[in-house]
Nanobody, 124 residues
């Protein structure tokens, strides 16, 4: 059974940092792009960041550029999201996803596997 399990969420003050992890099991995703998305209450799920299969290419939504960094460890089948300088508007449930392609993509419908999400709450 393929699973993506996020961890590392929690409550943090504005300006603080969190590091999210996404551990995959059931199959290797070393050939797949991976992504992070988030969904705030009452809003649609939105793209946060993506990383290519090799880690050589990353892309971010404009609102997190310079603050968030996505990385991966294919040997551990794990992807990370380092979040710095957090703002109240970053509050959301964060989801990890594995794409059905190798190259980084922002398109939600190109992600075939999803985790259950982890809550990130930033207090102002």
């Amino acid at each position: 059974q393929v699973q993506l399990v996020e961890s590392g969420g929690g409550l943090v003050q504005a300006g603080g940092s969190l590091r999210l992890s996404c551990a995959a099991s059931g199959r290797s995703f070393s050939s797949n792009a991976m992504g992070w998305f988030r969904q705030a209450p009452g809003k649609e799920r939105e793209f946060v960041g993506t990383i290519s299969w090799s880690g050589g290419t990353t892309d971010y939504t404009d609102s997190v550029k310079g603050r968030f960094t996505i990385s991966r460890d294919n040997a551990k089948n794990t992807v990370y999201l380092q979040m710095n300088s957090l703002k109240s508007e970053d509050t959301a449930v964060y989801y990890c996803a594995a794409a059905s392609r190798s190259w980084a993509t922002q398109r939600l419908n190109e992600y075939a596997y999803w985790g259950q999400g982890t809550q990130v709450t930033v207090s102002s």
